[in-house]
Nanobody, 126 residues
Framework: QVQLVESGGGLVQAGGSLRLSCAAS????????IGWFRQAPGKEREFVVG????????YYADSVKGRFTISRDKAKNTVSLQMNSLNPEDAAVYYC???????????????????WGQGTQVTVSS
């Protein structure tokens, strides 16, 4: 099993940036495809971006493409999400999740991920 902990959330003005981090304990994150999801109040949890085990493959939701960047730091056993040009529609609780079944493909569904962090709040003021 792997335990995931997100950090880096906070309050930012529209147009600003935040960097989220997903840290792991129990196992190395490179054993998992990692996805970032978000959930705004009254909305369903949605896929944001994922990175495969090797780190060579990524997939971004259209809503964040060109603004968000996901990356792995194997030495620190973390996966980061750099979020630029934030707008109020990006405000949500952000979760990282781990999928141990796929190596190359990046799943987009909530049920495809076995392990979840507790989430970190991102608030964007207009």
């Amino acid at each position: 099993q792997v335990q995931l902990v997100e950090s880096g959330g906070g309050l930012v003005q529209a147009g600003g940036s935040l960097r989220l981090s997903c840290a792991a304990s129990g196992r190395t994150l490179s054993s998992y495809t990692i996805g970032w999801f978000r959930q705004a109040p009254g909305k369903e949890r949605e896929f944001v971006v994922g990175i495969n085990k090797s780190g060579l493959g990524t997939y971004y939701a259209d809503s964040v493409k060109g603004r968000f960047t996901i990356s792995r730091d194997k030495a620190k056993n973390t996966v980061s999400l750099q979020m630029n040009s934030l707008n109020p529609e990006d405000a949500a609780v952000y979760y990282c999740a781990a999928d141990g079944r796929r190596s190359w493909n990046i799943a987009l569904g909530i049920r495809d991920y076995d392990y979840w962090g507790q989430g970190t709040q991102v608030t964007v003021s207009s």
